[in-house]
């Protein structure tokens, strides 16, 4: 059973820096590609960046040259760098794989 957990959000200014973790269990790892995600209040669950088992990424155009997908398949770990933010990045971030999901972690961006 795949599970997903993730950690590091909070409150930080507009302007300020954060990195997520997602810290798995379960399953290889190694072999999928995986996913953030955010939902914002009100809005639909949108896709933030994917990273493939290779270590190809591909972000969503708002978050380009902002954010950094990252993974550590030897300890299991997918991260999130988010540099640079703005108010808007205000979400709830979920960690993905295939059809397994985190239950999220609160990033708020507010002076």
């Known amino acids: 059973q795949v599970q997903l957990v993730e950690s590091g959000g909070g409150l930080v200014q507009p302007g300020g820096s954060l990195t997520l973790s997602c810290a798995a269990s379960g399953s290889p790892f190694y072999i999928y590609s995986l996913n953030w995600y955010r939902q914002a209040p009100g809005k639909e669950r949108e896709l933030v960046a994917t990273i493939t088992s290779v270590g190809s990424t591909n972000y969503a155009d708002s978050v380009k040259g902002r954010f950094t997908i990252s993974r550590n398949n030897a300890n299991k770990v997918l991260y999130l760098q988010m540099n640079s933010l703005k108010p808007e990045d205000t979400a709830v971030y979920y960690c993905?794989?295939?059809?397994?999901w985190g239950k999220g972690t609160l990033v708020t961006v507010s002076l």
């Open positions: 993905n794989s295939r059809s397994h």
